[in-house]
């Protein structure tokens, strides 16, 4: 989030991974109450993306996990990364576990399906973010 536009500037952040607001931090989410990672924009606007934290992404695993840089460290870049991955990373791992993972091998037959929706609003705020989870999630949504 961030290129082309805003860089790595924010006048918020929304995520539900502690310390992902300092630089040096990659954070990885453990079992989450809220499904959402949001950035505002310096001059108001959202971009983010919401999930069903508790949703099976494959047989006998759920809660997909979240990662988030603010700004994007582990990329050395001008950015904010916001990323929902499968599988899920133990909390003692270091932060550049999620690009030296192994493959997820499955079962033959046996699909990952991982539900998020991108969330974007050109004048709004991380309220109406947090607001569109729980109409979508929290409120007996998907």
Do not use: C
Request: aromatic share 6%; proline share 8%; no cysteine.
């Amino acid at each position: 989030v961030g290129d082309g536009t805003f860089g790595a500037r924010r006048r918020g952040l929304s995520v539900p991974v502690p310390g992902a607001d300092r630089p040096e931090v990659l954070g990885r989410g453990e079992a989450v109450s809220e499904g959402l990672m949001a950035i505002e924009a310096p001059d108001r606007g959202v971009v983010g993306l919401l999930w069903n934290p508790r949703q099976l992404w494959t047989a006998g695993k759920n809660q997909p996990h979240a990662l988030a840089a603010s700004p994007n460290a582990l990329d050395h870049q001008a950015n904010h990364l916001l990323e929902l991955v499968v599988p899920h990373f133990s909390p003692g791992q270091p932060a550049t576990a999620q690009r030296a993972a192994r493959p997820l091998e499955l079962p033959r037959g046996r699909a990952v399906f991982v539900r998020s929706e991108l969330f974007v609003t050109a004048d709004g705020d991380l309220a109406e973010a947090h607001r569109a989870w729980q109409e979508r999630y929290a409120l007996g949504g998907g």
